[in-house]
């Protein structure tokens, strides 16, 4: 049975929610089989699917087609989809809009959007139109300009109460869990213990709710940058490598393919063709 935010929200202090992203069908099928709490179709898509050196060119139709396959692939787990840059950003109505379109058309659990107190008249309208919404604050992605880069959030005064105020916030406008990304982690703890929504963390330390991981990252699919609060589960990179120069080599001295990757043909039917 596929879990809801009502499942989630009674772990809050309890046991801590699981939540990695996926962009596809069959990643979708074995993080589900897995046991993972919650997926998460990430705007990242943009970075690490489709090669683009941030997020701010990922639409409305690159989730909905990503959400889709992943749908059709969780079985239990809660899918939460991103909406992209400028998604929601100039009005109430094309937030309602998008957030719909995505739900209708993916039939996911859930959308998530990112910034604080100045969009919560948006996520205040699409929880009003019956969609459950994770808001994004501290280091938010699309906002990458603005912020000056991809730095931690909330480590002076002035960012620590705004994070503070942001979380109050969009939490008063009806989001059930609230995403921290790059926050001091007693600051992140001070957000969840004031907080009746889940806070999941990414780079926010020990003390959220739940964690969330972009899935390539913790698998090692690159041997490229890292970000700190990244912990690498595997080295897949470093197996794909093997095993596609492998594939080269044995194609290059004819090993590949061998007998037992071949069919046959009888040799009387094979002589009546000369």
Aim: net charge negative; with cysteine; aromatic share 8%.
């Amino acid at each position: 049975m596929r879990k809801s935010i009502y499942d989630l929200l009674s772990r809050k202090g309890t046991c801590p929610v699981s939540m990695l992203t996926a962009y596809d069908y069959h990643t979708a099928c074995t993080i589900d089989e897995a046991g993972i709490d919650m997926i998460l179709v990430g705007d990242s898509l943009g970075n690490v699917m489709l090669g683009y050196e941030n997020t701010l060119a990922v639409t409305v139709e690159d989730m909905i087609h990503h959400g889709k396959a992943v749908c059709r692939g969780a079985k239990e787990a809660m899918v939460v989809i991103d909406m992209p840059f400028m998604s929601y950003q100039a009005s109430v109505e094309d937030a309602v809009r998008n957030a719909g379109r995505i739900v209708k058309e993916t039939n996911c659990q859930a959308v998530k959007m990112e910034g604080g107190a100045e969009y919560a008249d948006r996520i205040k309208a699409i929880v009003q139109a019956g969609i459950p919404v994770v808001a994004h604050i501290g280091l938010t992605p699309q906002s990458v300009n603005a912020l000056g880069g991809y730095k931690v959030q909330g480590k002076s005064l002035e960012q620590a109460q705004k994070l503070l105020s942001d979380a109050k916030a969009v939490e008063e406008a009806g989001a059930f869990a609230i995403t921290l990304e790059c926050v001091p982690e007693a600051l992140a703890k001070m957000i969840t213990e004031q907080s009746k929504a889940l806070t999941i963390g990414i780079g926010a330390g020990r003390f959220c709710d739940g964690q969330v991981l972009v899935y390539q990252d913790m698998l090692g699919f690159t041997n490229g940058f890292t970000p700190k609060f990244v912990k690498k589960y595997a080295d897949l990179h470093a197996v794909m490598l093997q095993a596609f120069r492998q594939y080269k080599e044995e194609c290059e001295q004819r090993t590949f393919p061998a007998e037992e990757q071949t069919f046959k043909i009888s040799d009387d039917v094979l002589e009546k063709l000369y």
